[in-house]
């Protein structure tokens, strides 16, 4: 391993625990996994392998995989089907359970500034910010328009409003569901070499181009990101915001108002157009969820423990060299000058 990759894997960590609301220490656990043995004995080891049981809450562990080995592919086709699938699920779950974290965290804020402007006060210059960040993402207003809004009366209260009905949780098992159906269990090309989990196109030059591009549908490709978490967050924000998931996102206000839960199987048919199979698509998601039992993650709680990262390497020797190196990293301080130079406070 390069340590250019060392570098790259270290960036990935470092924003990861920037986005879970806090500074990262530098003493926070890192784990490199290395064989697939390892892996397992490692996930045995932490209580978060074998058949859950269905009549109790299910517990995560609150890790964070920041990169998975190399050789998972060839891996993958080495191992029983449901090894394979069980190892995807288990890292993959942690990071869609923190995106719905933020989410909550997020629409918490938001409720705030909500009874703020009906009491008839002004938002704070802190939380305009937030605001004017948040509206482009989901696109409510483009930037110019977010930079232009007031910090009180019934306009601000309308974006808010509105901000609240496009940006709610997604149920875990729906999302693990389109992750594993759409990058085949994290071992299609795209989400080897792009970490794209959930087969979202973009257009013009950005993102991998298909092998058998559609010439009618213009100059299109797979969106691509530098780690497995900037996937999961860019498909929240892709399902809280795109035009085509407009059925998605009224089907949740509408249980929500009812007071009844935000399940999988329900709230799959509102995404008849992720796909261009459209029902034959909602079907075989439904249908995966149903016989890999994923509608038991939709209710998943993390356990009251740090948060800590998780690196995958392709062997064991390689995990060794990769334990190394991160060490060095710590301790000759290139990871406070990684933070810094990311300007990301």
């Not at 948060?307 to 020797?317: C, E, M, N, Y």
């Amino acid at each position: 391993m390069s340590h250019e990759r060392s570098i790259n894997t270290l960036l990935a960590m470092v924003l990861l625990a920037l986005l879970a609301g806090s500074r990262p220490a530098l003493s926070q656990e890192i784990v490199v996994l290395g064989s697939m043995d390892r892996t397992i004995e490692w996930l045995k080891a932490r209580d978060w392998w074998g058949e859950e049981k269905h009549v109790t809450e299910l517990t995560v562990p609150h890790t964070m995989l920041a990169a998975y080995g190399s050789t998972w592919p060839s891996d993958a086709q080495a191992v029983p089907v449901p090894v394979k699938k069980e190892l995807f699920y288990r890292m993959m779950l942690p990071l869609i359970m923190h995106a719905n974290v933020m989410v909550i965290a997020e629409r918490e804020k938001l409720e705030s500034y909500r009874e703020q402007l009906a009491a008839g006060k002004s938002l704070s210059a802190e939380s305009m910010a937030d605001l004017r960040e948040l509206v482009p993402l989901l696109r409510i207003a483009d930037e110019e328009g977010a930079a232009a809004l007031g910090d009180s009366g019934d306009a601000l209260l309308e974006v808010i409003d509105t901000a609240l009905y496009r940006l709610d949780i997604i149920p875990a098992g729906l999302a693990l569901g389109q992750a594993a159906y759409e990058s085949g269990y994290g071992t299609s090309r795209f989400a080897v070499q792009g970490n794209a989990l959930f087969g979202q196109w973009t257009y013009g030059d950005k993102g991998m181009a298909p092998e058998q591009a559609r010439k009618e549908l213009g100059k299109y490709g797979i969106a691509t990101f530098n780690w497995p978490f900037d996937s999961v967050r860019g498909y929240f924000l892709n399902l809280s915001s795109h035009p085509a998931y407009e059925d998605f996102r009224s089907l949740r206000a509408k249980l929500r108002a009812e007071g009844k839960p935000l399940e999988s199987l329900v709230l799959a048919d509102g995404l008849v157009r992720y796909s261009e199979r459209g029902q034959e698509y909602v079907d075989a998601l439904k249908a995966m969820i149903r016989v890999n039992n994923l509608a038991i993650a939709d209710n998943a709680t993390f356990r009251d423990e740090p948060l800590s990262f998780i690196v995958g390497a392709g062997d064991d020797a390689e995990a060794d060299k990769m334990r190394g190196e991160i060490e060095g990293l710590r301790a000759s301080g290139e990871l406070a000058i990684i933070i810094d130079s990311m300007k990301l406070e």
